[in-house]
């Protein structure tokens, strides 16, 4: 039988979670553009200190998040002035960008919800296995 030490537990857990929230990539911007206008490297920190330094997504991953986020009409770009160092372009959300967070917001809510309850099975016990039973604390 394979067993996984600890580390190789945590590492695929990494990479699990990594790969779940990339894929959430597009409404984690939408929801910080939700607080006001922000530029790239900007929005990679909010990321990065929301999650106490736990998550970082890649800034070629967020910059494609940027491009496909205008180009659907979600995001609108325009480029800062250059009082605070260099000129920075800024992505401000769109009504539609609103829109489609709040739609993928419910979605991800439901889908959590899912996953807790399929996810609680394992803690219930099967028929004929007490062994799993919960006892009061």
């Known amino acids: 039988m394979f067993e996984r030490s600890g580390s190789d537990t945590a590492l695929l857990?990494?990479?699990?979670?990594?790969?779940?929230?990339?894929?959430?990539?597009?409404?984690?911007?939408?929801?910080?553009?939700?607080?006001g206008d922000s530029y790239g490297f900007e929005i990679f920190k909010t990321i990065r200190d929301a999650t106490g330094g736990a998550y970082e997504?890649?800034?070629a991953t967020l910059?494609?998040?940027?491009?496909r986020l205008v180009k659907d009409g979600l995001v609108e770009a325009y480029w800062g002035d250059e009082t605070r160092g260099g000129r920075r372009k800024y992505y401000r959300i769109t009504d539609a960008g609103h829109a489609v967070?709040?739609?993928?917001?419910?979605?991800?809510?439901?889908?959590?919800?899912?996953?807790?309850?399929?996810?609680?099975?394992?803690?219930?016990?099967t028929s004929g296995d007490r062994s799993l039973e919960r006892h009061p604390s």
């Open 13 to 35: 857990a990494d990479a699990f979670a990594s790969d779940l929230l990339r894929g959430h990539t597009d409404t984690i911007v939408l929801g910080i553009l939700r607080r």
């Open 57 to 59: 997504i890649k800034e």
């Open 63 to 67: 910059y494609a998040s940027y491009r």
């Open 101 to 125: 967070y709040r739609r993928n917001l419910a979605a991800w809510v439901v889908t959590r919800d899912l996953i807790d309850s399929l996810l609680d099975l394992g803690d219930r016990p």
